[in-house]
């Protein structure tokens, strides 16, 4: 017998007594699980790396010539364009379950900012209405969630009044899930009534933004680019102009920034060229022999390293509404509690299960002209991933403060090294803005300087 029909057979019998796991096995996509278990399982291919790369080519932080000066001009005025009439949205991928950070509650509201604790939702909030009164345009927003997190998620936003956007421009979804299975292919129960359930990754975020309607929103309102970025990065450019001309301009299906690499082997992905398509080659994958190539200059090759912002096409989103084109499942091996045989909760101490997950990084090679635009990463990347250490609420809490320090230096005024600085997103959304702004009403000689016109009645 087939693992499918195996499965079918265990579950028709587990479930004679539970209408909740009845429901489950009977919402169960079981050519999707076969697909998955196929590609993870029993034809697992021994690499996931493309039959030819070399590094790809990117487009610097600051242009390296006049033609690119033109360019950059260009597609900044381009993309201002297009922002003000309203063809822009912002899309945050929320679903994920965040176990490195181990916080209780959907990430977004962690209270991430250094001096008023403002949660990341609350920064990406302020920083999507700094830019929409700047630009005199409404900008919605849409967040994916898991089924795990969607509701705790809608109460947060509305307990805080949608943080002033309003809820008719916010757009909450649930991702799709897929079931653990052990090494074997066999489905496993986390409880008698429940099969063990999860997110099926981020790159289920463009089937789910099909299938909730919000694409439909989408190209009701106008919009054609859609600005990705995950939940956990407060520093992150939303809404950047020069991004999104460059995109458009070059008629790019999916476009991502990168950021140079600390060191050949930087747990990012690495961006590769296969000719005229970009992939990204996860760190892991990466052979060593390649992460150490040089260049000439004495710069590693491999260096374009994924801070995971895209923007893609809508157009090019809704290519996967069929079902046609599909993104590639990956195994990742995980600790699944489970009922055993004699249906005994399990509590495994190594892993013994397989989680089958998509990312959203494997529709780059699908993707007509992309392109890729350097981030400086102290002004646009500190992401909350980990308890302690790297990437860690606190280095991500320094990095805030010494880049609000930065962009007060930038525009003339003179900042204590020791002093703790949180600018509003709201107020000054970029760097830019602070130059000629009046700050006389904020004592810049204080050891604790928070600049900002409040947007919360509560504040
Ligand atoms: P991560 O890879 O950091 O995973 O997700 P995670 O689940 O948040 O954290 P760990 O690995 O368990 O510690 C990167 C981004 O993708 C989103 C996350 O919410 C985050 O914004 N994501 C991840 C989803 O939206 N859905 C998923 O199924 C997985």
């Not at 927003?141 to 509305?158: K, V």
């Not at 999104?244 to 070059?250: N, P, R, T, V």
């Not at 350097?374 to 606190?394: H, M, Q, W």
Request: charged share 25%; with cysteine; net charge negative.
């Amino acid at each position: 017998m087939d693992i499918i029909e195996k499965n079918k057979t265990r579950m028709a019998h587990l479930s004679e007594n539970s209408a909740e796991l009845s429901k489950q096995i009977e919402a169960l996509d079981w050519n999707e699980l076969k697909s998955a278990l196929n590609e993870c399982i029993f034809q697992k291919e021994e690499t996931n790396l493309p039959a030819e790369y070399c590094p790809a080519s990117y487009f610097p932080l600051t242009p390296e010539s006049t033609e690119q000066k033109t360019l950059y001009d260009k597609a900044f005025k381009h993309g201002e364009v297009l922002i003000r009439s309203g063809k822009t949205a912002a899309f945050t991928v929320a679903g994920g379950q965040g176990t490195r950070l181990g916080y209780d509650g959907p990430k977004g509201t962690l209270p991430v900012s250094p001096i008023k604790k403002k949660t990341l939702f609350q920064l990406f909030a302020e920083q999507i209405l700094g830019m929409s009164k700047q630009y005199e345009v409404t900008i919605p927003w849409y967040i994916m969630c898991s089924p795990l997190n969607l509701e705790a998620t809608t109460i947060h936003f509305e307990e805080n009044n949608y943080y002033g956007l309003g809820k008719e421009n916010l757009n909450f979804f649930a991702q799709g899930v897929m079931p653990a299975t052990d090494f074997d292919g066999n489905l496993l129960l986390a409880s008698q009534d429940n099969l063990a359930l999860s997110p099926n990754g981020h790159g289920g975020s463009l089937k789910a933004l099909i299938d909730s309607g919000s694409i439909t929103d989408m190209a009701q309102r106008g919009v054609e680019h859609v600005s990705y970025f995950q939940v956990d990065n407060p520093l992150v450019s939303i809404i950047n102009p020069l991004f999104i001309g460059l995109h458009d301009l070059q008629t790019s299906d999916m476009s991502s920034r990168s950021l140079t690499k600390t060191g050949p082997f930087e747990k990012l992905g690495n961006f590769v060229s296969t000719g005229d398509r970009i992939s990204i080659i996860e760190y892991s994958d990466l052979p060593e022999k390649k992460a150490l190539e040089k260049e000439e200059d004495g710069r590693i090759k491999y260096r374009a390293g994924s801070p995971a912002i895209h923007i893609l096409r809508r157009d090019f989103i809704e290519q996967f509404a069929s079902g046609e084109i599909k993104l590639p499942y990956h195994r990742a091996e995980k600790k699944v509690a489970h009922l055993n045989k004699n249906g005994d909760l399990v509590t495994p101490e190594k892993p013994n299960a397989v989680k089958f997950e998509t990312f959203v990084f494997d529709a780059l090679p699908l993707a007509k002209n992309p392109l890729i635009l350097e981030a400086d990463r102290l002004e646009e990347f500190s992401p909350v991933k980990n308890k302690t250490g790297i990437d860690s609420l606190e280095s991500s809490r320094s990095d805030q403060s010494k880049r609000a320090r930065r962009w007060l230096k930038k525009a003339g005024y003179s900042v204590n090294e020791e002093s703790i600085v949180e600018i509003s997103p709201s107020t000054f959304p970029s760097a830019h803005d602070l130059q000629g702004a009046d700050l006389q009403q904020y004592d810049l000689d204080s050891k604790i300087i928070y600049l900002g016109d409040e947007i919360r009645a509560d504040e």
